[in-house]
């Protein structure tokens, strides 16, 4: 199986910064990589999905990039809403594999 | 609008199975796969498996085979994710969610989750 590593798993932010999230994978998926957001007690959501492009109605404010092992999920300023936990997933392979999720908190 | 809507809470005893339900409403059925993702307390998602609606064609995750069985009722527009001689360690929420390919995709629409618990 493909295996996707996230970092960090933790990450503590101000409303206002820039913040990055990695998913590196174990072996090539091309771009078939998908990015969630988690609340407490919610379902995920689709952000982004083939690497980089983004859900309609997802704030323009996030972006993915990334191809082969790399990827990036990006929250260009963040918001009260967006404290949450993320994680990527790849589809490349037909078994699915989720990275262990990154927390981002408030700082 | 897409709806998928799971079925209630379940507390069982270890070595019982478990059959949970995810209705589908809002779009064609048979025209999307349905995958299964659990999430353990304070612990991430897990891919279990994918089932199409289309032919009943499944995936399972390795770590589930021969524990797990997806079925569909096109007639109701529904899919079951049922699992067998449950542990302690399958106590979790188990989510239900469209797939946007055949075969393995994003996962854009989700149930609100079934809360499993395993406990003597």
């Known amino acids: 199986d493909i295996q996707m590593t996230q970092s960090p798993s933790t990450l503590s932010a101000s409303v206002g910064d820039r913040v990055t999230i990695t998913c590196r994978a174990s072996?090539?998926?091309?771009?078939?990589l998908a990015w969630y957001q988690q609340k407490p007690g919610k379902a995920p959501k689709l952000l982004i999905y083939m690497a980089s492009s983004l859900e309609s109605g997802v704030p323009s404010r996030f972006s993915g990039s990334g191809s082969g092992t790399e990827f990036t999920l990006t929250i260009s300023s963040l918001q009260p809403d967006d404290f949450a936990s993320y994680y990527c997933q790849q589809y490349n392979s037909y078994s699915q594999t989720f990275g262990q999720g990154t927390k981002v908190e408030i700082k | 609008q897409v709806q998928l809507v799971q079925s209630g809470a379940e507390v069982k005893k270890p070595g019982a199975s478990v059959k949970v339900s995810c209705k589908a409403s809002g779009y064609t059925f048979t025209a999307y796969g349905i995958s299964w993702v659990r999430q353990a307390p304070g612990q991430g998602l897990e891919w279990m498996g994918w089932?199409?609606?289309?032919?009943?064609?499944?995936n399972y995750a390795q770590k589930f085979q021969g524990r797990v069985t997806m079925t569909t009722d096109p007639s109701t527009s529904t899919v079951y994710m049922e699992l067998r001689s449950l542990r302690s360690d399958d106590t979790a929420v188990y989510y239900c969610?469209?797939?946007?390919?055949?075969?393995?995709?994003?996962?854009?629409?989700w149930g609100q989750g079934t809360l499993v618990t395993v406990s003597s």
């Open positions: 969610a469209r797939e946007e390919a055949y075969g393995g995709s994003y996962l854009s629409y």
């Open positions: 072996q090539s998926i091309s771009t078939w």
């Open positions: 089932i199409s609606a289309y032919n009943g064609n499944t």
